[in-house]
Nanobody, 120 residues
Framework: QVQLVESGGGLVQPGGSLRLSCAAS????????VGWYRQAPGKQRELVAA???????NYADSVKDRFTISRDNAKKTMYLQMNSLKPEDTAVYYC??????????????WGQGTQVTVSS
């Protein structure tokens, strides 16, 4: 019933910026915690940034001061603003959300992923 659809990835030069979006749809009562993850070739998936329902955020050390996670609860959409991009940021980026479909049930969902490539 619940789907997360990511968009905004692409090819960008070092130092450039991208804004990723993750739109949730389906039978949704509310969206609690949200996380952006990334997985580079040959590496494990890692948490990049997270945001709670109340707006508290956490970032991986590698992206602090460069990335900003945000959310629009009315639109049920989450964002990851990525500035000063580096080649090592190249990865498939995924959003993950704890979605409450009713007052009593909550489950985690993943987006399909969007490719971010930082290269000259």
């Amino acid at each position: 019933q619940v789907q997360l659809v990511e968009s905004g990835g692409g090819l960008v030069q070092p130092g450039g910026s991208l804004r990723l979006s993750c739109a949730a749809s389906g039978s949704i009562f509310s969206i609690d915690a949200v996380g952006w993850y990334r997985q580079a070739p040959g590496k494990q998936r890692e948490l990049v940034a997270a945001i709670t329902l109340g707006g508290s955020t956490n970032y991986a050390d590698s992206v602090k001061d460069r990335f900003t996670i945000s959310r629009d609860n009315a639109k049920k959409t989450m964002y990851l603003q990525m500035n000063s991009l580096k080649p090592e940021d190249t990865a498939v980026y995924y959003c993950n959300a704890d979605v409450r479909v009713n007052l009593f049930f909550r489950s985690a969902y993943w987006g399909q992923g969007t490719q971010v490539t930082v290269s000259s």
